[in-house]
């Protein structure tokens, strides 16, 4: 195992070169984040599917209960159960608008790992950088247990438990737990835990911080030891049904599930499900005593339970949704955390936005209405009397409001229809919306993924690291 | 004619006599300056301010600072104006977090916006009085700083260069290893004030 110690002390102080800066030292994280024998104990594996053009490359590196579907290479670096789901890559031929004029692929895009170690994270959609748009890298960085990379390329960065990253390209920052960031380009950036920042240039600038005493409650994390807190507890209370799914290699199918909708098979589902048709079911998604109306999904990390969606939901990745009933067209941010309790659900109406890691923990019955937007830390009625306005309002704002520990600067139009179309793009590229001809998404299309293992070296000074292997159509 | 090593002007200040004032002359006596000890708070560090001006009013001008001394009775920080006034600053509106604002990206307009919301959401300027008045002069006070001390033998000139280099409102004069004084820039002003008239008549 001396080779696979060497590759993590080595990743290790890379990232420190790049945080030097910051004076951010991710050594004593990177050495405690997961026990090395763990890294040793579980298969890769990897999906086939006619839908999506394969290619892989592993070199020198560790992939314990790793995933990977569409074109990916790993170098150097050490991914410990992080699905690299690259589904949604551009592929050559396709084009895209920068500054007036339309710019065409000349490759395949490809994820590229390189000198990286991801805990638990989830890699998906496509590189956004105008840049490197064949090329979607991921280099001397550091993630913690479930941080999202979701359509940003990164150099050099630290990523603490249940950060996400959206659709922006990053160099050389430290993001702290729980915190969002979706900012087009960052450099030299450092976000305390718990910070919320949506930016778009000239149009909108959005950040709220949690309250950082009480997001301790839900996530603690220090250097030199493994995250805690709620939700900590909550995956960990869990963690025993996903052996079953990991273990055995031919699992049956529910029964009941419509030709149209796609439950992977690497999801837990457990019973008195209701599938409606086109719903979306991704690897790790967590089910049970739930109802999914037409349309709704669930993606990588999701965990719902006791509760109802309508049709058309939206559950981002890592979201939790626990004795809810959600209406029509609810959308959910990445990682937020919405827990009713049986005796006082959470409803929210129709339309409604929850921004991406927003917490909503009650004890009293809470109905929000439709078509709002709610954002933050909400645990009472006064909570979500700051953190929650109607989205027609908040629309309406022009330069500024400050509220709550809310701050926001620029177009709240510019804000909502955004966040409403890009709503609408998930539902297409979901196959939400697929009539049985058109609109066909990943619901139908990742219906039939074939899945092989990989193994690493069982003994020996190589012990955990995977031999060179490249697999090509 | 400039003799060699002398800085230009040396003479005119010569002729004018700048080099004939002392600084033990013009300096306030540490026994005549507001003083408190370490752990004294902010309210006992402005009534000695108070009880040094009364009690050495033929000063023409008021004292502004007061001198922090140790056990020893060595002085280890000043206390000036506007470090007592820095004690009323609401905390929320501290300068990291405002830096911070700027490095998100917002417009000047907006962290202007930000800082008078603060304001008006803060505590009343009495609470907030009350609370200050509680406060530790070690919280406050600044440490001297290298080129804050001068020696009682040193020349005036070198005085008016340390205080013109380094900003300075004061400096604390020594003599050997003890603090005998306070040099004030109201008084070297005053004295600068008095040759430039005289240098004029002649």
């Known amino acids: 195992m001396k080779a696979l110690k060497s590759l993590l002390d080595r990743i290790a102080l890379r990232v420190n070169i790049n945080l030097r800066e910051l004076e951010f030292d991710v050594v004593p994280i990177a050495r405690h984040l997961v026990p090395l024998k763990q890294m040793t104990k579980f298969y890769a594996f990897y999906g086939i599917t006619p839908n999506h053009p394969l290619s892989l490359e592993f070199r020198h590196s560790s992939l314990a209960g790793s995933y990977f579907l569409g074109r990916c290479r790993t170098n150097h670096s050490i991914l410990y159960k992080t699905d690299i789901r690259g589904d949604e890559l551009q592929i050559k031929g396709d084009t895209f608008t920068f500054g007036g004029h339309s710019i065409t692929l000349s490759e395949d895009?490809?994820?590229?790992?390189?000198?990286?170690?991801l805990v638990k994270t989830l890699v998906h959609s496509y590189s956004h950088d105008p840049e490197s748009r064949e090329r979607f890298f991921i280099t001397n960085t550091l993630s913690c247990h479930y941080a999202n990379i979701h359509g940003s390329p990164i150099d050099g960065s630290f990523l603490g438990p249940f950060a996400t990253v959206d659709l922006?390209?990053?160099?050389?920052?430290?993001?702290?737990?729980?915190?969002?960031?979706?900012?087009?380009?960052?450099?030299?950036?450092?976000?305390?835990?718990?910070?919320?920042?949506?930016?778009?240039?000239?149009?909108?600038n959005f950040v709220y911080k949690h309250p950082v005493e009480r997001l301790k409650t839900y996530i603690h994390f220090v250097p030199g030891k493994a995250p805690s807190g709620v939700f900590m507890d909550f995956l960990e209370a869990r963690k025993k049904d996903f052996e079953r799914v990991f273990d055995v290699v031919n699992l049956q199918k529910p029964k009941g599930i419509p030709a149209n909708a796609s439950l992977d098979r690497y999801a837990v589902i457990k019973p008195k499900m209701h599938i409606a048709e086109n719903v979306l079911v991704a690897q790790r998604a967590y089910l049970e005593n739930s109802w999914l109306g037409k349309g709704a999904n669930a993606q990588e990390n999701c965990y719902i339970l006791n509760s109802r969606l309508e049709g058309y939901n939206v559950t981002a990745h890592g979201a939790k949704i626990i004795d809810a009933d959600l209406g029509r067209r609810v959308f959910v941010g990445f990682n937020s955390f919405l827990r009713?309790?049986?005796?006082?659900?959470?409803?929210?109406?129709?339309?409604?936005?929850?921004?991406?890691?927003?917490?909503?923990?009650?004890?009293?019955?809470?109905?929000?209405?439709?078509?709002?937007?709610?954002?933050?830390?909400?645990?009472?009625?006064?909570?979500?009397?700051?953190?929650?306005?109607?989205?027609?309002?908040?629309?309406r704002i022009d330069g500024r409001l400050y509220r709550g520990n809310l701050l926001f600067e620029g177009s709240g139009e510019a804000f909502v229809t955004g966040f409403q179309?890009?709503?609408?793009?998930?539902?297409?590229?979901?196959?939400?919306?697929?009539?049985?001809?058109?609109?066909?998404?990943?619901?139908?299309?990742?219906?039939?993924?074939?899945?092989?293992?990989?193994?690493?070296?069982?003994?020996?000074?190589?012990?955990?690291?995977?031999?060179?292997?490249?697999?090509?159509? | 004619m400039v003799e060699p090593g002398e800085p230009f002007g040396w003479q005119t200040a010569r002729r004018c006599g700048v080099t004939d004032f002392k600084i033990r002359e013009i300096m306030v006596p540490?026994?005549?300056?507001?003083?408190?000890?370490?752990?004294?708070?902010?309210?006992?560090?402005?009534?000695?301010?108070?009880?040094?001006?009364?009690?050495?009013?033929?000063?023409?001008?008021?004292?502004?600072?007061?001198?922090?001394?140790?056990?020893?009775?060595?002085?280890?920080?000043?206390?000036?104006?506007?470090?007592?006034?820095?004690?009323?600053?609401?905390?929320?509106?501290?300068?990291?977090?405002?830096?911070?604002?700027?490095?998100?990206?917002f417009s000047p307009e907006f962290i202007r916006g930000f800082r008078k919301r603060k304001r008006l959401d803060g505590v009343p300027l009495q609470n907030l009085c009350t609370k200050a008045a509680g406060l530790k002069v070690e919280a406050f006070m600044q440490t001297p700083s290298e080129g804050e001390y001068v020696e009682v033998d040193a020349s005036l000139d070198m005085a008016i260069h340390q205080l013109v280099v380094g900003n300075h409102l004061?400096?604390?004069?020594?003599?050997?290893?003890?603090?005998?004084?306070?040099?004030?820039?109201?008084?070297?002003?005053?004295?600068?004030?008095?040759?430039?008239?005289?240098?004029?008549?002649?």
């Open chain 2, 170 to 202: 004061s400096l604390l004069v020594t003599e050997g290893e003890a603090i005998v004084g306070i040099l004030r820039l109201t008084d070297v002003f005053a004295a600068v004030f008095h040759l430039m008239k005289e240098c004029q008549l002649t």
């Open chain 2, 30 to 105: 540490l026994s005549e300056y507001a003083t408190v000890r370490e752990g004294a708070t902010l309210l006992e560090a402005v009534l000695a301010l108070e009880k040094a001006q009364e009690e050495f009013e033929h000063y023409q001008y008021r004292h502004r600072a007061i001198l922090v001394l140790n056990r020893a009775g060595r002085v280890v920080g000043k206390l000036s104006q506007l470090d007592v006034l820095r004690a009323l600053e609401p905390e929320d509106a501290s300068n990291a977090e405002l830096k911070q604002l700027m490095r998100f990206g």
């Open chain 1, 168 to 204: 922006t390209t990053m160099y050389d920052c430290a993001i702290g737990a729980y915190s969002y960031i979706q900012a087009g380009e960052i450099g030299h950036f450092q976000a305390e835990p718990g910070t919320v920042w949506a930016r778009s240039r000239g149009d909108f």
């Open chain 1, 421 to 473: 179309k890009r709503i609408e793009h998930i539902l297409l590229d979901n196959g939400a919306l697929f009539d049985g001809k058109r609109y066909k998404g990943h619901a139908q299309r990742n219906q039939n993924i074939s899945v092989n293992t990989i193994q690493p070296y069982p003994e020996g000074r190589l012990k955990g690291l995977y031999p060179t292997i490249i697999i090509q159509p």
């Open chain 1, 340 to 395: 009713g309790r049986p005796d006082c659900r959470l409803a929210i109406g129709s339309g409604s936005i929850v921004m991406p890691h927003t917490i909503i923990d009650i004890d009293q019955p809470m109905h929000i209405p439709e078509d709002h937007f709610v954002w933050g830390m909400i645990t009472s009625a006064a909570d979500l009397e700051t953190n929650s306005m109607p989205l027609a309002d908040f629309a």
């Open chain 1, 109 to 117: 895009e490809m994820i590229d790992v390189q000198d990286s170690f």
